[in-house]
């Protein structure tokens, strides 16, 4: 699993389920129902001694069902931020998809997308100089059809598609990486 990676590499993670936790059939909808997995502000800042840039990307599909709107959306992401600026550590971009799944013009992973708004924000980032990590099957072609590395966190989603490393937290692969 020795990919070289140095401070030139950008690591892209999907949120739910891998940063905070998911609520399944359901969204995180305020600040009060996002809740970090054990340790993940911990092993952002391991990673961010590791990686140039650390970027989220997430599919949000609530905002289309009008359960959370975008200013919702970003008052989420804000919280997620200052939490981590808290423990003196912090991702440089977040990235989401509001649209519905059906929708023929979504933006919503596996599509590149987001991806391709973050290198115009990044233009140094290199996609074959990446790793995306998240815990489902969309997150992992997301980082396949991008030409990058892919992690998966192992949750109860299902697998279809097998990834480059397997951790069980965000935890495990940032100690794996330092080792």
């Known amino acids: 699993m020795d990919f070289k990676i140095d401070k030139s590499w ?27 997995l054990d ?27 009008g359960i959370l709107s975008r200013h919702g959306l970003r008052l989420v992401h804000k919280h997620m931020q200052d939490r981590l600026l808290e423990i003196g550590t912090h991702v440089d971009a977040v990235y989401f998809a509001p649209e519905f799944a059906g929708d023929p013009n979504n933006t ?20 074959s100089k990446s790793i995306m990590v998240g815990d489902t099957d969309s997150d992992i072609l997301f ?17 279809g598609v097998v990834a480059d490393m397997n951790f069980i937290s965000l935890q495990e692969m940032a100690i794996e990486l330092t080792k």
């Open 10 to 36: 950008t690591l892209f993670i999907d949120r739910d389920g891998v940063i905070n936790e998911r609520i399944f059939g359901g969204y995180v909808n305020s600040t009060e129902e996002f809740i970090f």
């Open 39 to 65: 340790k993940v502000p911990e092993a952002i800042r391991v990673f961010r001694t590791i990686f140039a840039r650390i970027i989220v990307v997430t599919n949000q599909q609530g905002v289309a069902k």
């Open 108 to 127: 919503r992973k596996p599509k590149p997308d987001m991806a391709l708004e973050a290198k115009i924000d990044f233009p140094e980032i290199d996609f």
């Open 143 to 159: 980082g396949e059809n991008l030409g990058m590395k892919t992690a998966r966190i192992v949750t109860k989603e299902p697998i």
